[in-house]
């Protein structure tokens, strides 16, 4: 099998929560609470905690958040972790606050991470795909019966199985497209070789510097990017109330 080649991960958190008012006033999406069984018990635990431990199994070792007006109370939290941070002070895009991460990042390989949910598995088989076919980005994909105007959408080439799962060659990425060229979703989750920067850098945006578009980028230019199909694992998203009901209850029956 082969060995995590990634040892640092970018976790957006400077986004408003707008789906979540009034709780996200205060809270930021990544300290909202799910549930986990430890020593026998169910506890409550923040979503930041979640996906940091489910990446430290990986393999991954740094952390850097970027956040936004809700710095202080995640700052304190994470004070005793060895935790960087870095500041998007005005909602820019998620492309924005990746490139923040850049001198976190360094030469190294990343994981991109939203705040809002997490997956329950994947991670460890999309961070071997990335070593294994020396890419420059894996997408984590779920399927969507209609995912017009609500995701990021991949355009997907052959399919290989790749550990129980159906991987691609991902020949495009579109933000919210009015039509789909697929139903593949694109999950706030990714890994990226060090190109993503170049490519976030030289798009001059008009309103938001999208995350897809710097993905793009990479292909346009000739990078490998590659997708990989999540079925059985789920993301459990905090990130609007019919969703964080549906996470609080899975993750109370099943973590």
């Known amino acids: 099998m082969p060995k995590n080649i990634v ?8 986004g408003e929560g707008s789906r979540m008012r009034r709780v996200t006033y205060v809270v930021p999406k990544g300290l909202l609470p799910l549930f986990k069984t430890e020593d026998g018990k169910r506890i409550a635990v923040p979503v930041a905690d979640l996906i940091m431990d489910a990446l430290v199994a990986t393999g991954v070792k740094k952390f850097c958040f970027v956040v936004g007006k809700h710095r202080s109370l ?11 941070f870095v500041f998007q002070n005005k909602p820019l895009g998620f492309g924005d606050a990746v490139l923040r991460g850049e001198d976190f990042a360094g030469s190294d390989a990343i994981v991109v991470h939203a705040d ?6 994947g991670y460890a088989e ?9 890419a420059d980005a894996v997408l984590l994909l779920r399927k969507f019966e209609n995912p017009k105007k609500r995701y990021g959408v991949a355009e997907v080439g052959s399919e290989e199985q790749y550990m129980g799962h159906k991987a691609f060659r991902i020949l495009g990425v579109e933000e919210k497209p009015e039509k789909p060229k697929s139903n593949m979703a694109i999950s706030a989750v990714y890994i990226f070789s060090s190109k993503i920067f170049e490519s976030l850098k030289r798009i001059n945006p008009v309103g938001e510097l999208q995350l897809t578009d710097g993905i793009q980028g990479i292909i346009g230019s000739g990078g ?3 997708g990989i199909l999540l079925e059985k694992e789920k993301w459990l998203n905090v990130g609007d109330t019919e969703s964080y009901h549906n996470a609080l209850n899975y993750s109370f029956d099943n973590l």
């Open 224 to 226: 490998k990017v590659y």
């Open 74 to 84: 995640l700052m304190d939290y994470m004070f005793e972790r060895g935790v960087t």
């Open 7 to 14: 040892p640092k991960c970018i976790i957006t958190s400077a």
């Open 116 to 121: 809002d949910g997490v997956l329950t598995g």
């Open 126 to 134: 999309a961070l071997d795909l990335f070593s294994e076919k020396g």
